[in-house]
């Protein structure tokens, strides 16, 4: 049972690039959030999911895109990365409400864009 | 608006010694409240929640947090800190809908 697994670990981009960050998940949860850490912020939420093939707008949505095509999977794309996106991103999942349940988190991935 | 304060950015404490991170929240509804914690280069853990039961909630490592509705104040604390827990300490709300709302951490560091 691995939990909550992220790739990649670490990325560096351009300004202007594009990548996709992979979150999986093995808990059969039906609910996952993108993370994004920055120091003396805290945790700020992106997108989030409530179900296979659902999205929704979290705190910081502008400038990422995500799909939950499968269930065990949420993706967080970065179209035309820029520098004000450099920061840790952390995926999370819960079986239930997640406001309300235990959020289970990945390792992170450290992305830097210059 | 609602919100998360976690009062301190930083903490110090002697090994042995009581520790105490505070969490205040802004809300006329209780809510759901927890502590997360994070190790250096790692991702986030529970470290306890309170949902609604009894008001002083005991978590994991020896910590435990006491809800305080009439001072809004979720405050985390251990008896004796141990080398281990070094780490940054994470409050977090639910105020009634899908997600939770992070304060902005707060870091404890244990003195030998």
């Known amino acids: 049972n691995a939990g909550v697994t992220q790739t990649p670990k670490f990325r560096v981009l351009k300004t202007g690039q594009s990548m996709t960050l992979l979150c999986a998940q093995d808990?059969?949860?039906?609910?996952m959030y993108w993370y994004r850490q920055d120091p003396g912020m805290g945790l700020r939420l992106i997108h989030y999911s409530v179900g296979e093939g659902t999205t929704a707008k979290g705190e910081v949505p502008d400038g990422y895109n995500v799909s939950r095509l499968k269930k065990q999977n949420f993706l967080l794309g970065l179209e035309s990365a820029a520098p004000s996106q450099t920061s840790v991103y952390f995926c999370a999942s819960s079986y239930v409400r997640g406001g309300t349940d235990t959020q289970y988190f990945g390792p992170g991935t450290r992305l830097t864009v210059l | 608006a609602q919100s998360v304060t976690q009062l301190g950015s930083h903490v110090s404490v002697s090994e042995g010694a009581l520790v105490l991170l505070r969490c205040n929240y802004s809300?006329?509804?209780?809510?759901?409240l927890f502590w997360y914690v994070q190790y250096p280069n790692q991702g986030l853990q529970l470290l306890l929640k309170y949902t609604s039961a009894a008001t002083l909630v005991k978590g994991i490592n020896g910590f435990e947090a006491e809800f305080k509705k009439s001072e809004t104040s979720f405050h985390l604390t251990k008896p004796s800190a141990h080398m281990s827990d070094a780490a940054e300490y994470f409050c977090a709300v639910n105020f009634g809908n899908e997600k939770l709302t992070f304060g902005t951490g707060t870091r404890l560091t244990i003195i030998p």
């Open positions: 808990m059969n949860h039906e609910y």
């Open positions: 809300s006329s509804v209780p809510p759901y």
